[in-house]
């Protein structure tokens, strides 16, 4: 396995700074990877594009000193040149570039200035970072052949939106080329165009990222072709009130078995979304036991887990070192073993908070999709849609026992930085347990004590600022959070205020609570047009 690097994702409002990024580096070293992937999107400070960076981007400053001290590790750029340029485009000045205005995430391929601004940040790229490899995108471009590049695609006679990638990522992938470096591209696009990959240089680096299976088949499409392929495993975050260790040490191990048994270019530990009250400082034992697993895929192959259907058994490959059984993998034992490194308290807190919490069943589940309690609490400015949409689960016996064991890992915390990941999901609990309260003691037509029960939730969007505060501070985290639940807390008194002023039916009716409850709320409008009216909501 020639290359074995994960990926760190700053692009979800991460603020590294010198002395943390020195902190992974080291770290990455000390796990046994020979690269750190660092995924930039607008969190960079691009010295052609000087109006994207936000407080505490990475600096070009900052990414020459590592080079200089890390030697032996590769420090890899991952930009975005087509979707996921989001951060570009709602920036002012990025406007002029989006393939629809005000809406989704994708630069206009069609757009002489978008492919010219993909130009100068592949340029950048090239100029600032030392590595061989330059990874420019590419995955997720949902909104391909929309707007100004709809009447391309209609005039190709084959796949137009295969002809429109091809023709946007192959320049750029040769300009990386060109230079003398190595282009990456993500590989989900291919799956669905696969005629854009005969318009790729051969010198470029398919990453391949299965989160849920085996790359073993999936990756054929590109080792038949003749492209170096990455496999690209994830540790389970996005989906997760905090990580699902058993699903992320399958992955793993699946990935780098295969990889090994394949002869591949390397695997990509990926991480995403440590945002929306996440912390990396939690999971940085869950990175050491993924670069153990990786390790110990190229130090020997044996029989092991089974991967897709098809698979012949002699085929499939265990590890008799750092990677577990199938049933260890099952229990997530390895990267259990990497918190028991450092404690037997940090292994029972992560092991409450990553195999015994996705026990309790709904948001806490282990599934497909970014978490709806983080998504529906804090995302979406507006905090009751937790109670709106999943009371049923969060107040019944699975919201119970995630209170039970976020106030036990609470206890086995040996840090601020565990405790906010505990508390936030006791908080979630508790906030949806409080407004189911109000609600009741509303439609009871008491709406003083709908009021007494939602003061504390207060309190929960105050506790909750504190624990993003800290983890800006110990892990560099993101900054949003603690805007969004500064936000949280207003509305919970916007609500309080509402229930104070028309509760009491001053509008000559009773405004439902769910209504009450919601940002669009206006007096008078008994219908709810915002809400009934698909344009009323644009």
């Known amino acids: 396995m020639k290359l074995r690097m994960w990926l760190y994702d700053i692009a979800r409002e991460q603020c590294p700074t010198p002395t943390y990024m020195r902190h992974l580096c080291k770290l990455s070293l000390d796990s046994g990877y020979n690269a750190l992937g660092l995924y930039l999107e607008h969190r960079f400070a691009y010295p052609s594009v000087p109006w994207v960076a936000g407080l505490g981007a990475l600096t070009p400053e900052l990414v020459k000193s590592l080079q200089k001290e890390y030697k032996e590790l590769q420090i890899v750029p991952f930009i975005n040149l087509l979707g996921h340029f989001e951060g570009f485009l709602y920036a002012s000045g990025g406007e002029q570039f989006a393939c629809e205005r005000f809406s989704g995430m994708s630069g206009d391929p069609v757009n002489p200035r978008f492919i010219s601004l993909c130009e100068s940040i592949v340029d950048d790229a090239i100029s600032i970072f030392d590595s061989e490899l330059i990874h420019i995108g590419g995955d997720e471009t949902a909104q391909l052949g929309r707007g100004a590049s709809q009447a391309f695609v209609d005039a190709q006679e084959a796949d137009g939106k295969a002809v429109l990638y091809g023709k946007h ?75 699902h260790l058993p699903q992320t040490e399958r992955n793993v191990t699946e990935h780098a078995e295969a990889a090994e048994r394949l002869g591949v270019e390397g695997v990509c ?109 804090l995302l979406y400015s507006n905090p009751f849609l937790l109670w709106l949409r999943d009371r049923e689960g969060l107040l019944g016996p699975g919201g119970d026992k995630a209170w039970e064991i976020a106030e036990r890992a609470t206890a086995f915390a040996l840090d601020s930085d565990q405790r906010g990941v505990s508390q936030f999901v006791k908080k979630s609990v508790e906030f949806v347990r409080q407004v189911e309260r109000a609600a009741n003691a509303y439609g009871a037509e008491k709406p003083g004590e709908a009021m007494n029960h939602l003061a504390p939730c207060r309190q929960i969007f105050e506790d909750l600022e504190k624990i993003a505060v800290a983890a800006n501070i110990n892990s560099c985290g993101s900054l949003a959070d603690i805007y969004r639940c500064q936000k949280a807390r207003r509305h919970v008194e916007e609500v309080i205020m509402r229930i104070k002023q028309y509760g009491g039916g001053s509008l000559g009716y009773l405004p439902s609570f769910e209504t009450l409850v919601h940002p669009k709320f206006v007096p008078h409008d008994q219908a709810n047009w915002w809400l009934i009216n698909k344009w009323a909501s644009e």
Not at 200 to 226: H, V
């Open 169 to 243: 990522f192959a320049p750029l992938a040769q300009r990386v080329v060109d230079a003398g470096c190595l282009p990456g591209v993500w590989g989900d696009m291919f799956f669905e165009h696969p005629d854009a990959l005969e318009m790729m240089p051969k010198q470029t680096m398919i990453f391949d990222w299965q989160y849920f299976k085996s790359p073993e088949y999936t990756s054929t499409l590109f080792r038949e072709k003749g492209f170096r392929t990455v496999f690209c495993p994830a540790v389970h975050t996005y989906n997760a009130a905090w990580c």
């Open 269 to 377: 530990v990926t991480t995403w979304e440590l945002g929306l009250m996440g912390n990396y400082n939690t999971i940085l034992p869950v990175i050491e036991g993924c670069g153990a697993i990786l390790n110990s895929a190229s130090a020997e192959v044996g029989r092991g887990f089974p991967l897709e259907s098809g698979a012949r058994d002699d085929d499939i490959a265990v590890y008799k070192t750092a990677v577990p059984s199938e049933e260890g993998a099952a229990n997530g034992q390895a990267l259990l073993r990497s918190y028991l490194k450092h404690s037997e308290t940090q292994e029972e807190w992560a092991r409450l908070m990553g195999v015994e919490l996705q026990e309790c069943g709904d948001w806490f589940s282990f599934g497909g999709i970014r978490s709806g309690i983080k998504c529906r609490l």
